[in-house]
């Protein structure tokens, strides 16, 4: 059975950091790549960032420099390091492996797990 499961949320004031953690039961890491999604109220989900089954990072404009994101295929565990966090960063955070493009995908792996809120304070 494929399940994400997001943890590591919560509130923290503008500069500081979090780190989201994502276990994805059912998912062969050998295979797929992984990606952070996030949401803000309002808004589309948009990637955050993706990890491919060799382990190349990738980026969105917004986060680059600021985020980092890992694997351990061994675990089916990834994470997000968020530092310098802004207001902007506010949205429900998610975990799912993308088909076909990896920046642009429409269509994932799993169904989508309840994610884990992040509120950054100004």
């Known amino acids: 059975q494929v399940q994400l499961v997001e943890s590591g949320g919560g509130s923290v004031q503008a500069g500081g950091s979090l780190r989201l953690s994502c276990v994805a039961s059912?998912?062969?890491?050998?295979?797929?790549?992984m990606g952070w999604y996030r949401q803000a109220p309002g808004e589309q989900r948009e990637m955050v960032a993706i990890i491919t089954a060799e382990g190349r990072e990738i980026y969105a404009d917004r986060v680059k420099g600021r985020f980092t994101i890992s694997k351990d295929n061994d675990k089916k565990m990834v994470y997000l390091q968020m530092s310098s966090l802004k207001p902007e960063d506010t949205a429900v955070y998610y975990c799912n492996a993308p088909r076909g493009s990896l920046k642009h995908a429409t269509s994932f792996v799993a169904p989508w797990g309840q994610g884990t809120q992040v509120t950054v304070l100004s």
């Open positions: 059912g998912i062969t890491f050998s295979l797929n790549a």
